[in-house]
Nanobody
Framework: QLQLVESGGGLVQPGGSLRLSCAASGFTLDNYAIGWFRQAPGKERKGVSCISASDGSTVYADSVKGRFTISRDNAKNTVYLQMNSLKPEDTAVYYC?????????????????WGQGTQVTVSS
């Protein structure tokens, strides 16, 4: 069974850091592009960052550029999202998603498989 599981969310103060993990089971991530998305209460799901399968190229939403870093460890079948300098507006449920093929995008409709999400709350 193909599955993605996010972890690493939690409560953090503004300016703090968290590292989210997205672990795959039932398939290997080598040939999949991976995206991170987030959804705040009452708002639509938005792309945060993505990483391609071929050359590891990355894309970031303007709102997180310079603060978030996406990376992948194919040996561990895991993708990470390092989040630094967190702001209250980063509060959301964060989801990872996998897309067959190598091209990564920030469009949720392009992705085939989704995790269950992990809550990130930035508050003092």
């Amino acid at each position: 069974q193909l599955q993605l599981v996010e972890s690493g969310g939690g409560l953090v103060q503004p300016g703090g850091s968290l590292r989210l993990s997205c672990a795959a089971s039932g398939f290997t991530l080598d040939n999949y592009a991976i995206g991170w998305f987030r959804q705040a209460p009452g708002k639509e799901r938005k792309g945060v960052s993505c990483i391609s399968a071929s050359d590891g190229s990355t894309v970031y939403a303007d709102s997180v550029k310079g603060r978030f870093t996406i990376s992948r460890d194919n040996a561990k079948n895991t993708v990470y999202l390092q989040m630094n300098s967190l702001k209250p507006e980063d509060t959301a449920v964060y989801y990872c998603a996998a897309r067959e093929g190598h091209i990564a995008t920030l469009r949720s409709r392009d992705y085939d498989y989704w995790g269950q999400g992990t809550q990130v709350t930035v508050s003092s």
